[in-house]
């Protein structure tokens, strides 16, 4: 069997906040393009809320080329394909790799948000961040990334037309 990465992507601000309101706090069209060409084909293991965020926009279908393992206590598996509810974080990290290997892929992707970062972070051996150089007020946070526990492989520094600073930080598991 092929060993299967277990990477987060996130976007967060200097003090780490992720989202406001159920919603993304940013919303950079560089940042949107890299986020597709990187998790394109790969399983998304997300949280319910985080789930309906993204699918409720389109009319509760996941994102296109993508499978949703949205993990819930509450909700009900939808007659949608690509939505897979799973009850448990192991459930769904488990049913997200036996998918991606059955699919030609070695990664599989948490996508969020607070509650699912906190518990994948200690199983995850991949990050891609995008760092916002700046801070923000909202209710949701990436958790403290230790710098014992992780190497910053590269970082890639870029600025939108309107001048937000922000970076792609990618880091391995030491
Ligand atoms: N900036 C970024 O890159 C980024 C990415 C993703 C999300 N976000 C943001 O993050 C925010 C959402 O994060 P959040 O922490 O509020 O919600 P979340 O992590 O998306 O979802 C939380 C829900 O997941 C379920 N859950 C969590 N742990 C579970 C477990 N161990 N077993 C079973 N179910 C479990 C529960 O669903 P039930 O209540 O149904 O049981 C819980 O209410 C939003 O603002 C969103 O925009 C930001």
Redesign the pocket.
Known sequence: MIDTTVSI????SKNNC????????WRIPGDLKRLKEITMGKPLV??????E?VSNRRDGHPLPGRVHFA?????AQPDIDGIFVC???DQAIKDAETYAQSHGQNEIII??????YK?ALPYTDKIYLTRIHESAE???FFPKIAPEEWTEVSKEDHKTEDGLEYSYVYLEKK
């Open positions: 992507i996130v976007a967060a992720i989202g406001r309101d159920n919603d993304l706090l997300m949280g319910r809320k985080t789930h965020s993990i819930s206590r509450t909700m009850r448990s974080l996508f969020g948000g607070a509650e699912i518990q909202g209710d949701a």
